[in-house]
């Protein structure tokens, strides 16, 4: 553990910079085509994700701004995946906002900003600075879901977004002030010290986890805090419901393990039991009225929201009878599982903009009727994607649920056993929406006889996504161990 303090928010600073550069620099671009600004992006996000993962091989614990930051391998990991990601969903969402007058520098500028409010989030260890990043991601997320002006599903998603938002930002803070207040410490690091004591209110510090917790629902997306998610996704541009869906989950883990592991692990018994209870929900909510969707990107919402159930039973899982010996199994597992969930999200939404590029909206799952004949490729890449979200091998999604599920019944606890076969049997139903869409696919007469055409650079990522879900699937180790690196070095400190 070393106390440094440029050394640690070097990426962020880089990225902000960037982000105000390209932001001035776009004002004299003329090419329509927005190509400098683009490139421009992508040569900075490359460099961000390749700043954090040398600062991850290192494996340093790193404190500045005295103790507000700390860069650690955790957020390290994290943030170097939410960089890729937004190359990814850039990539994607090229020919998609082309088409549609949204290839402004505001695309790519906000989509920078809201970065570095996750890349913020990651490294906060303060109260404040968790909130400050927050803020920083919400805001530029509410301006791109807007973009659209003359749009009116985009307008209502945005206003929607906003207003509930500024809710859960509420229900977040007021939890938090009530953590300040019993503590008497804004620092993640004392919090857990004075809590440690036995000393606080213990009443006053159930009540504002209740708070905390809830606010982490609304932006992980678990339900009962769902009720955003569905609207949004449906009525943001694509390219946008893309940046929603993917890196911010990341973050949103990550404040997860700052607040409530970093912070308030002598809590955990309380937390662990809100945590059940949201993720139940979430997996019935989820699973059982996305069957009752026609429309694909609401059909993912509602997916999403049951992933985000079956995460939250890893994060569930971490302490047992008052010992933290499964805690790094449980909490690397749930890290896994994020990872992999963007990873096939960008896959998901990444093919409803490859199909929504010829001027219209391919937002119905009848508009993927008879893709096998358009495109045999497209449509095998597709089927890939959904049997990772149902879970079926050897897809990595199927390793994902494996591992949430190993760290369930490797606590030798009934209750969490019962937890397992309930995720399973949920997770059964649920694979029927899934299926359902690749039936569609191979088996429904497609409605456009056009062969499907995309330029070369989606061409390539969205095979190499497809290959990755595949990969990690049947060679699951690699990103295994990585993310046990990660959760075991940033919690022995």
């Given amino acids: 553990m070393t106390n440094m303090n440029w050394l640690a928010v070097y990426p962020e600073i880089a990225l902000l910079l960037m982000a105000c ?26 460099v961000v994700a390749g700043v954090h993962w040398v600062y991850f091989q290192d494996g340093q614990t790193v404190y500045a701004m005295q103790g507000m930051v700390v860069s650690d391998p955790m957020g390290h990991l994290l943030a170097f995946f939410a960089c890729i990601a937004t190359i990814v969903t850039l990539v994607y969402a090229r020919p998609y906002a082309a088409s549609r007058e949204l290839l402004k520098g505001e695309l790519f500028s906000l989509s920078l900003f809201s970065l570095l409010g996750i890349c913020v989030m990651l490294s906060a260890n303060n109260f404040l600075v968790i909130y400050l990043g927050l803020e920083l991601m919400s805001l530029s997320l509410y301006a791109l879901v807007a973009l659209r002006r003359d749009h009116l599903l985009s307008t209502e998603a945005a206003m929607k977004y906003f207003v509930l938002g500024a809710l859960a930002s509420g229900f977040l803070l007021y939890g938090l002030s009530m953590m300040y207040g019993a503590t008497g410490s804004l620092s993640i690091p004392q919090v857990f010290d004075v809590i440690s ?24 997306g678990a339900a009962p805090f769902h009720m955003w998610v569905p609207d949004v996704y449906q009525g943001s541009p694509t390219a946008v419901t893309l940046l929603i869906a993917a890196a911010p989950k990341l973050a949103a883990f990550a404040i997860t393990i700052r607040l409530l592991v970093e912070g308030m692990m002598g809590l955990a018994v309380d937390w662990q039991q809100m945590l059940i209870v949201l993720a139940l929900t979430s997996l019935f909510v989820g699973n059982f009225v996305a ?48 990872i992999v969930y963007a990873m096939t999200t960008l896959g ?68 969490y056993t019962a937890l397992a076969v309930v995720a399973v049997a949920v997770s059964l139903i649920g694979a029927y929406y899934y299926l359902r869409v690749i039936k569609v696919m191979f088996f429904d007469e497609p409605t456009d006889s056009a062969p499907l055409t995309a330029p070369s650079d989606v061409r390539m990522v969205m095979s190499l996504n497809g290959a990755a ?8 180790g690699g990103l295994m161990a990585l993310c046990a690196t990660a959760i075991v070095k940033t919690l022995a400190t």
């Fill in 21 to 46: 550069a390209i932001a001035m620099l776009d004002l004299f671009v003329k090419d329509p085509a927005r190509r400098p600004t683009y490139w421009l992006t992508q040569l900075t996000l490359a």
């Fill in 348 to 415: 998901t939404f990444g093919m409803i903009l490859l199909l929504s590029r010829q001027g219209h909206e391919a937002e119905e799952i009848s508009d993927l009727a008879g893709l096998a004949k358009r495109s045999p490729w497209y449509a095998t890449v597709m089927t890939i994607f959904m049997l990772s979200l149902a879970g079926v091998p050897p897809t990595a999604g199927f390793y994902a649920k494996l591992a949430v599920l190993q760290a369930l019944v490797g606590t030798n606890v009934m209750g």
């Fill in 469 to 476: 879900v595949l990969v990690f699937g049947i060679l699951p």
């Fill in 197 to 220: 004591t036995g000393v606080p209110n213990k009443s006053v510090l159930i009540f504002g986890t209740v708070f905390v917790v809830a606010g982490l629902a609304f932006k992980l």
């Fill in 291 to 338: 069957i009752a969707q026609t429309n694909l990107k609401r059909m993912l919402a509602y997916s999403t929201i049951a992933q985000m159930g079956f995460m939250l039973l890893g994060l569930a899982s971490g302490v047992v009878n008052d010992n933290t010996l499964s805690a790094a199994n449980a909490y690397s597992s749930a890290m896994y599982y994020v």
